[in-house]
């Protein structure tokens, strides 16, 4: 059923992508040999979906969170909160993040978020992002203002 979900989640996300997608990968998590990595697509110039996934010898999992941003300034990116839900292992929950996402003039991106949540057994849950990447598609020129 959660990979249903998630794939599903996916397609719906994907399918209304913006000409934008990001690749990104936590570079803290290789050191613990842990690969950790990330899709974001822009459904539109605030919001972004992104799925990730977390794999290690001992456990994995994925999150799905859907990102609010506050005054883009190249789509996606600069201060956002969300909401996320996803699982790690047998522990499935829910909650809301905030952070914040830089874009380069290469596309290459830098974002850090935290966030807190309850599980389903009602114990917390944490999400914790620090991951850079490159941004695909969809160029870096600053967004176009209507009006």
Known sequence: MKKLLLISLCAISFGRVSAQVELKISPVGLLFETVAISVESAVSENFGLDVDAIFNSEVSGFNVSGKYYFNPKYRIDGFHIGAFT?????????????????????????????????????GGVGY????????????????????
Not at 102 to 111: D, G, P
């Open 86 to 122: 996803g699982n790690l292992g047998d522990d499935f929950g829910f909650g809301f993040l905030a952070g914040t996402k830089l874009v380069s003039k290469k596309n290459i991106t830098f974002e850090i978020a935290l966030g807190i949540g309850r599980s389903v057994d009602g």
């Open 128 to 147: 914790g992002k620090l991951h850079l990447g490159y941004r695909l598609s969809g160029k870096r020129d600053a967004k176009t203002k209507a009006g």
